[in-house]
């Protein structure tokens, strides 16, 4: 099955209802993704699909064809992924860290759909997204800041 991943794409010998974090993970070997409770309920598999935040323990890989998935990695090379890293940094958001490459999937996904969000519209994008270290605060102020940053 040919896939894109973070502008590439990639011959991955998977079924067509393997879940793209496991492609991703066990078989392309980016492992920024993590695993949460493979229900599409805590937001630590966030990744990509044409630019949408997904929750890719849910979506099969059959989906993803003829898409661009764009995980953590990437974020690197992405003018809002780096400002949200970077605020991330800046405001010291990371507590235990396991949930933060799916916050950061979602905040990006949020500041590339709407630039200038509200507390209200933060709140309401990144709700998918549990933290057990309960950093929502720190969160919330880092996607502010990547937003001035950016603007």
Same mark, same amino acid.
């Not at 003829?66 to 809002?80: F, L, R, S, Y």
């Not at 890293?85 to 507590?95: G, N, T």
């Given at each position: ?7 590439? @794409?990639? @011959?991955?010998? =998977?079924?067509?209802?393997? $879940? %793209?974090?496991?492609? %991703?993970? /066990? ?19 966030? +990744?990509?699909? /044409?630019?949408?935040? %997904?929750?890719?323990? +849910?979506?099969? =890989?059959s989906a993803a064809v003829g898409k661009n998935i764009t995980t953590i990695e990437a974020m690197?090379? /992405?003018?809002?992924?780096?400002? +949200? ?7 010291? +958001? =990371? ?8 916050? #950061? ?9 709407? $630039?200038? $969000?509200?507390?209200? /519209? ?16 720190? #969160?919330?102020?880092?996607i502010h800041e990547a937003a001035t940053k950016l603007a």
């Amino acid at each position: 099955m040919k896939l894109t991943i973070n502008g590439k @794409e990639t @011959e991955l010998n =998977v079924s067509d209802d393997m $879940p %793209i974090l496991w492609a %991703i993970r /066990d078989v392309a070997g980016m492992t920024g993704t993590k695993f949460g409770c493979g229900m599409a309920q805590c937001g630590a598999c966030t +990744v990509h699909l /044409d630019g949408q935040a %997904i929750r890719s323990c +849910v979506t099969p =890989v059959s989906a993803a064809v003829g898409k661009n998935i764009t995980t953590i990695e990437a974020m690197q090379d /992405d003018k809002v992924g780096q400002a +949200v890293q970077a605020a991330w940094q800046q405001i010291d +958001v =990371v507590q235990c860290g396991y949930c933060q490459s799916g916050q #950061i999937m979602s905040a990006t996904s949020l500041l590339k759909q709407n $630039p200038k $969000p509200s507390d209200a /519209d933060i709140d309401a994008a990144m709700s998918g997204n549990i933290c057990r270290c309960g950093t929502y605060q720190r #969160i919330r102020a880092a996607i502010h800041e990547a937003a001035t940053k950016l603007a």
